[in-house]
């Protein structure tokens, strides 16, 4: 236990704001944007004239919502300059974007009427663009910064910087640690464990997408008088191979009764102790919002449905604790589909297996390289179903078939990072098949791969 260095502030120099332990949204009651295609699809459907003359254009649609958030009956009302086919453009955009089911302030939108800006600038066309300016739609709080705080840590406090890749739905993920200082105390590790406590505006207030920029984070904890939390001062991991999970229907079924109708969304984190035969057990509440609604009493019912791979022959999980998220989504609103964007894979085909799985007819013909997609649904418990041949390349060798071996014997986690079920999405499982030299020839079967 730590006699000293409290006082923690996590500062994001580039936004220029400094938490106060709350949650950001731009607008306290109009729509809130869940979804927006990322800059591959805005350069997909930026004109092809203007974009060679670098021109820009503004387009302002007016667009009713569905239900479930999505845009529909979209016209243009403002396009300039004219005649460079922006509004076109624009309204291509329109079904990849998606809202929230209410308001901020809780209303249904749908029905509602209101204006969409989209905005096409030259630099929608580059890669690897990093937003400097992000707008926030959720921060860590200052009791999550705390929760987070490494047991190892220095009574001088630590500064991180973070570099991560924005998701169309303004998540982060593929984060990496670009500085930290003091290193070896645990900061770096910390700061990335909170990465999926950050969530940006998906489209920007003047019409712009943030799917596919980059973006970095730095994280100061800045140290005081006063005692760190007891709870801070843990070995946590922060996201867990599941082999089990709560499925959809059990997460609608402990949405708290008295919320149905009135909150959209809610975002819950436990941490728990891991035991040795892959259970939780005694759980805490580092984060709820909104809090006093029910949400932590609903994610607590769910933790008896978690099992992580039990612990080796011989190993423990001594003191070894794990951050569960949830991302609670009103059962009476039809739900946005389910995205995975960084699968964690529990079971994977070798290696050896994919020369193996080599079609005869590509060898006969010469080819050594050939690559597959296959689309596929995620049931309960992390397999694959249902999939189905989406490119193949050469075609007609057999690479789409061999593709679907591979992905009957790939199971992801069945619980997202983001804290959502995992049954039901859709993924593309691209497969690489390429022949050493000298490797003997076999026709594909499913006992090839296992």
Known sequence: MRNKAASLALTLIASGLLLSGRSFAAD????????????ADWAKA????AAQAG?????????AATEAGLLQSCTVIAETPAGQGFGAAAL???GGMELRPTTADGK???GMSFIVPVKFDPGVLERGVTITRPDWVRLPTEQELWSYYPAQATSQGGRVLIHCNVTNRGLMQGCSLAQESPAGHGYGAAALAMAGMFVMRPMTVDGQPVGGSEINIPI????????????????VFATAPWIAAPSTAEMAAAFPKAAVGQVAAAHVVMRCDMRNDGALGDCENISELPAGKGFARAAKSLIKDFRVPPAHAGGAYNNLRVDVPFDFRDPSQAAPPVEIHDPIWIQSIKPDSIVKLFPEE???AGYKVGRATVECAVAADGSLTGCATATEDPAGYGFGDAALVVASVMRMSPWTKQGAPADGARIALPVKFELPAGSPATAPSAAAAK
Do not use: N
């Open 220 to 235: 100061k904890w800045e140290a005081g008088a006063g005692p760190v939390p007891s709870q801070a001062v843990v070995k």
């Open 92 to 94: 291509s955009l329109a």
């Open 46 to 49: 930026y004109p092809a004239r």
């Open 362 to 364: 590509a060898i006969k």
């Open 108 to 110: 249904p939108v749908a």
């Open 28 to 39: 306290a009651s109009g729509p809130v944007w869940e979804k927006a295609p990322d800059r």
């Open 55 to 63: 021109v820009s254009g503004d387009v302002k649609m007016r667009c």
